[in-house]
């Protein structure tokens, strides 16, 4: 993948991407401007950032709202996919999906970008989340390697290669001072000095367990080397995290969100935090994100029972979702990049861990992804007993982000039908 610094080669030079902030030490994505093109056929064509956003609801999906009858693009359009129907070309609906051996109802959640099995077993560890992965390949190229969001008490579903989820913000209003508000200088320059302190401990550490790991046996001394590991990889993120203090943020027309004062409503919350995801994608402060929406506020009516009024109250609930997730792709499809946009640019993925929240069960997942650079079908069925694995389409989202790795969790390939444009 070409960097998102890369410059026309032809004479007389166009206007670049890199150019508009020269002096500036600025490292982030402009609009495409009509300085920057030509007609000249001996233009090399800059080729925009790809990006993820991985959306979980952790609530399930009514399925028969959900799940079309027909396959392919000319199935007809369900409760929900009526309200995503302008993009229906740019979309792929997913049945008979689950990720293998990740059980237990709601615990799945944890599990949900990982595939890690059995999440609600005494000793479960998780493993690294889709993400995560791609933030090791492609995180470095921005301010931050990846995002987790949430409008939940749950961490986030973001998950380390040590099992650690990372934590997630529900804040709008902290998350848009940390991407655009330039602190004091005594503040970057504290936080320089609090960075240097990290890597100072951190050195400190390593050479402690190498003199350690002389005196321990063989099963200790693999401990050991995972810990150096874990330690190298911080001392990578922290020397990340240095070199982006001296760079300015950049600046950006919106103003800072109202102070959410712990908003609960995740109706409410959940847009000010997809609007905020779009404006990091559009600045490319970072290409990975994952938010979590948590529908505890209508928890009770998922055990509807079939019973026509929650079941009511419920489909009331989740339509909004749909309108919340429609109205984010059209804020990424009206940000232009060059011949494309910014959704044709970004993997959208949407599901939850729970195919029917009434029964807690884990299989045939209502799973979505819009966007992308995918050669869309509309409707990918598969087997509803015998659930084709979801991670094989992890596998094709981290390769459609340039990350060419051979397997991702329980993947057995990438995914069956859905081709790379």
């Not at 990372?166 to 940390?178: A, N, S």
């Not at 046996?217 to 995972?226: E, L, R, T």
């Not at 990049?337 to 939850?352: A, C, K």
Request: charged content about 25%; aromatic content about 6%.
């Amino acid at each position: 993948m070409k960097s998102t610094q890369d410059t026309f080669w032809i004479k007389p030079k166009p206007l670049s991407r890199r150019t508009a902030f020269k002096g500036l030490g600025v490292s982030l994505a402009l609009p495409m401007l009509d300085a920057m093109a030509s007609t000249s056929p001996k233009v090399r064509p800059v080729e925009q950032p790809r990006r993820m956003v991985n959306i979980l609801v952790d609530q399930g999906i009514v399925p028969w709202h959900f799940f079309p009858k027909e396959e392919g693009l000319n199935y007809t359009n369900t409760k929900y996919l009526e309200i995503l129907k302008e993009h229906k070309k740019e979309m792929t609906v997913f049945s008979g999906t689950s990720l293998p051996d990740v059980t237990g109802g709601h615990h799945a959640d944890v599990a949900f970008l990982t595939g890690a099995a059995h999440p609600s077993r005494g000793g479960f560890k998780n493993s690294v989340s889709i993400d995560q992965v791609a933030a090791e390949y492609i995180g470095h190229k921005t301010r931050f390697p990846s995002l987790s969001l949430r409008s939940r008490r749950a961490e986030s579903i973001s998950c380390t290669r040590a099992g650690v989820l990372l934590p997630g913000e529900e804040k709008p209003e902290k998350l848009f001072q940390k991407m655009f508000i330039k602190g004091k200088p005594s503040d970057i320059a504290a936080q320089k000095a609090r960075l240097q302190e990290g890597r100072s401990i951190l050195d400190t550490l390593l050479s402690q367990s190498k003199a350690f790991s002389k005196k321990v046996g063989k099963h200790d001394q693999h401990k050991i080397d995972a810990f150096q590991n874990s330690v190298r990889e911080a001392e990578i993120r922290l020397e990340k995290m240095q070199a982006w203090q001296s760079i300015p943020k950049p600046q950006v027309s919106a103003k800072t969100p109202k102070k959410s004062h712990g908003e609960k409503d995740v109706l409410k919350l959940s847009p000010m935090l997809l609007d905020l995801t779009k404006l990091a994608l559009e600045t490319d402060s970072t290409r990975l994100v994952t938010l979590i929406f948590g529908g505890n506020q209508w928890h009770p009516v998922t055990h509807h029972g079939k019973r026509q009024e929650k079941l009511s109250e419920l489909e009331s609930y989740e339509s909004k979702q749909f309108k919340i997730l429609n109205n984010f792709v059209n804020s990424l499809k009206s940000v232009n990049e060059g011949q494309e946009n910014l959704l044709d640019r970004t993997i959208v993925h949407y599901g939850t861990n729970m195919g029917d929240a009434n029964r807690h069960s884990n299989d045939n997942l209502p799973t979505l992804v819009l966007g992308g650079g995918f050669k869309h079908k509309g409707h990918l069925a598969f087997d509803k007993k015998n659930n084709y694995p979801l991670t094989n389409l992890y596998l094709s989202m981290l390769h459609r982000l340039g990350v060419e790795v051979e397997s991702f969790s329980s993947s057995t390939g990438t995914m069956r039908g859905l081709e790379l444009t």
